[in-house]
């Protein structure tokens, strides 16, 4: 009599949380997608499910984190969803062009993250893409879970931080090849930077350095993740930022 009883409160009790355990890829390009799920699943035992926005699922609370790697438009409904989903506690993590400029056309995208794309020449601030590059990526938080757990940097990168002079200090980081930068993101409310990048412009030898190449904040009851990096399979495979990215999903503000 018991021993069902017992056996159904525990089937119970487990639903919820395997679902929360889920991890939710929105996507519109699929190879570095799958290559993440993966990842998630091999090395951490996560589950998660890598989907269209056609085939966004009705409800997303129920997601342990949803990641975000949107290169063409962002649907309002799945605008809004996401949106939704962060307030109310969740977990999103942005990736690599789900911050890029056909996101200008979405009426809540930047506000809710908190960062403007402007338009206009890049030597006067303008928002630029360019690929491929060689880019390094400089490690801004040394004591940030999603910076530091297992993640090894192989090298130290030349770092000044803008409006500081002159002077270079020496960080750890790390450089992708054939990746992609993206230039001039202004951000426009408070958060905790992660991550900067350094790249030099072949042709004329410029030096751009800034400090949006990775982020957190809060939003509502949840957090926002943003990593710039991702532009291929081989960004994801580098072993310091396949493990930063882990750790993103695995972060507990």
Known sequence: MFKPLLLLAGVLLSGPTLAAAEVLIVADEFPAMEWLADTLQNREGIPSRVVAQTNL??????????????HGNLGARTEQALIEYTRAGGKLIVLHHSISS????????FKFLGVALPEGDVSQGGYKWIEPVTLDIVKLAPDHFITTNQVSYPTRIGWRATGAGTGEESLPGFTLHESEVYLNHVITAPRTQLLGFKYTDAKSGQVWRQNHAGWVKPSGGGWIVYLLPGHSVKDFEHPAYARMVLNAVTWKP
């Open 57 to 70: 699922p009705p409800q997303l609370a129920g997601f342990r984190a949803v990641i975000v790697y949107i």
């Open 102 to 109: 056909g996101k200008r056309n979405n009426a809540q995208w």
